[in-house]
């Protein structure tokens, strides 16, 4: 997944790849010191035992994702990438009406918009999947 906070990624994860696919958040680890580390060993491991899986993350470099196409090319499976390509202003108002930890600072969101670059297949993605709404 690639998108801003807010975006609606976790949303469109619950309703488009949760009964297939194991999904992997970094949030499920909100307090775990080197939880990328940890977040590509969970990934491995799933895909190892024949599992798809999503990376629901902003993901938003290519260099954030490099890392889940080399573990999808190592275990011979295609990885896909699924853009939530949401203007600024509807993540910034989805995240202001969240409460507690999923809401962010605002200036995490516009961290992660000076960092998104768009998903491209020559990346090693078979296949960028762009969502609008
Ligand atoms: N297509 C949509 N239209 C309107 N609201 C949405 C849509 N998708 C998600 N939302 C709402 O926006 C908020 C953020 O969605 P979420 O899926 O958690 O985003 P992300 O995982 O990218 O941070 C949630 O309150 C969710 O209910
Ligand atoms: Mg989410």
Request: hydrophobic fraction near 40%; aromatic fraction near 4%.
């Amino acid at each position: 997944m690639v998108g801003l906070q807010g975006s609606g990624k976790s949303t469109w994860v619950a309703e488009h790849l949760a009964g297939t696919h194991v999904v992997v958040s970094k949030d499920q680890w909100p307090n775990a010191r080197r939880r990328e580390a940890r977040q590509r060993r969970v990934v491995a491991e799933a895909l190892a035992e024949g599992a798809s899986v999503v990376v629901d993350n902003t993901n938003p470099s290519p260099a954030d994702r490099a890392p889940f196409v080399e573990l999808a090319r190592a275990a011979g499976v295609p990885a896909r990438a699924v853009h939530l390509d949401v203007p600024l202003g509807t993540c910034l108002a989805r995240n202001d009406a969240r409460t507690g930890r999923a809401r962010v600072p605002p200036v995490g969101v516009f961290s992660t918009r000076a960092r998104l670059t768009p998903p491209s297949t020559a990346e090693g993605f078979a296949e960028v999947l762009v969502v609008r709404d």
